[in-house]
């Protein structure tokens, strides 16, 4: 029994510090991450923390009430002094006569309540905690908006990868066989070992960029992981091809910088700035409010607070206004320092705007001139992988060499690698636009 907990520990163990996934399509990688990335979490949280702001500016305005209550035991009763004549009006003037007066042991008890009649301040708060929760609601979309970004761009950058990996193992692959097949002719003696070592230089050279490739994947996968916030001994392997990936880059960028998140965000906080004028000034307004007060007392000379003596009542209510008069200029003050700060944010939001109409103008050219610079490199890449396999073929009936066989082959590897870095300019710059247009959604 023992020795089988042993083994389903151990087997937990192992589910937990390298768990698989199988394959994950872009949609996949995406769902995971909004779910389990902890700038979502705490963005989450900071909407929840603003919705109790919002409930606790709320309550300011609800009536209050509160039980206090007191006991206290004199050990040396207070001492009280009249002048001497109000007991005898013959006694010499000066003289007073000292007493002690009350009771050792006394207890109150009172219920308060309070509640807010008028208060400018009040209502611009209740403004401004309203337009903290949507504040806090764009911050939580952009937060959405940063962890898909990061998500999609690493995909892209891992799909890449994956592809470059199986070319360049597919060259190897091909390199290896003329390589074994050459070995019969040196045996024989119809090429020179010169020769020979060219094509085994072509060999390691092709290896070596396959492992090149094998690690760039890594890294990648890497990257994709900690952009999901995904476990990095996790297991996994894509399963959206480059293919859709390039169809969906061919997909036009629908939108304005209208809906850009952070426009919306420097709009929200005008709105709050606005709200901040308006507290100013409404500090120079009255403020009123009421209470009411019941309270009980019971004055003992033993402590028998629980006998059926009396406790003395007392009830009163009223009402309380304040009027500002005099602040030596700190209102003011304050009050102009708001005005600046909103007229700076809605300065802060035209620069803004033609930032992103700038960078809405270079996005589309930079997508533009991807494409067609993909569009090329396929091109080339069909052309100088044609142009290989038929330099080994000449080079098997003898009428070309193996140096120029390796120069093709260098030509088809700094090809690819133009290719590759083609592939990458065309994704971002498409998620750099839909970005822009805040239309970076889960589908």
């Not at 050792?104 to 009172?110: G, H, I, Q, Y």
Request: proline residues 2%; neutral net charge.
């Amino acid at each position: 029994m023992k020795f089988s907990l042993y083994i389903l520990a151990f087997l937990i163990g192992v589910s937990f510090t390298n768990m698989s996934f199988g394959q994950m399509t872009l949609l996949d990688v995406k769902e995971y991450a909004l779910k389990h990335h902890f700038d979502i979490l705490n963005a989450d949280l900071e909407y929840n923390k603003a919705i109790h702001k919002k409930k606790e500016y709320l309550s300011a305005g609800m009536p209050e009430a509160y039980i206090n209550g007191g006991f206290n035991q004199f050990l040396n009763l207070p001492v009280q002094v009249i002048d001497a004549s109000f007991f005898n009006p013959q006694s010499p003037e000066g003289q007073v006569i000292a007493f002690r007066a009350g009771t050792e042991f006394n207890s109150s008890a009172s219920l308060n309540v309070n509640q807010l009649l008028f208060d400018g301040s009040y209502f611009v708060g209740l403004e401004a905690s309203k337009l903290l929760v949507e504040l806090q609601a764009i911050q939580k979309n952009r937060s959405r908006e940063e962890v898909l970004f990061g998500v999609i761009e690493a995909y892209h950058i891992a799909s890449v990868a994956s592809e470059n990996n199986l070319f360049a193992d597919t060259v190897f692959q091909l390199t290896l066989q003329v390589e074994e097949k050459q070995k019969g002719f040196l045996e024989l003696g119809l090429m020179t070992q010169e020769e020979f070592d060219q094509i085994h230089y072509a060999v390691l050279r092709t290896m070596n960029n396959k492992e090149n490739a094998e690690l760039q994947l890594q890294n990648a996968m890497a990257l994709l992981k900690y952009s999901m916030n995904c476990p990095l001994d996790s297991n996994f392997s894509l399963s959206t091809s480059i293919d859709e990936l390039s169809l969906n880059a061919l997909r036009p960028s629908l939108g304005t910088i209208n809906e850009n998140s952070t426009l919306k965000l420097l709009e929200n906080q005008i709105k709050l700035s606005a709200c901040d004028v308006k507290n100013n000034k409404a500090g120079f307004l009255p403020s009123l409010s009421a209470y009411f007060q019941q309270s009980y007392n019971a004055y003992r000379t033993s402590f028998n607070f629980f006998s059926n003596n009396p406790w003395y009542s007392q009830t009163s209510w009223g009402i309380q206004m304040t009027i500002p008069v005099f602040s030596s200029g700190k209102g003011k003050s304050t009050l102009k320092q708001a005005q600046i700060k909103f007229k700076q944010d809605e300065n802060t939001l035209k620069i803004t705007e033609n930032g992103l109409k700038l960078q809405e103008i270079q996005f589309k050219n930079d997508l533009k001139s991807a494409l067609k610079q993909k569009e090329l490199q396929e091109q080339n890449i069909i052309l100088t992988e044609k142009i290989y396999k038929n330099a080994i073929l000449k080079q098997k009936a003898g009428k070309i060499s193996n140096t120029e066989v390796t120069q093709k082959l260098n030509q088809l590897i700094m090809t690819q690698a133009e290719y590759t870095a083609t592939l990458i300019n065309v994704f971002k710059s498409k998620i750099k636009l839909d970005k822009l247009y805040n239309k970076l959604t889960i589908k």
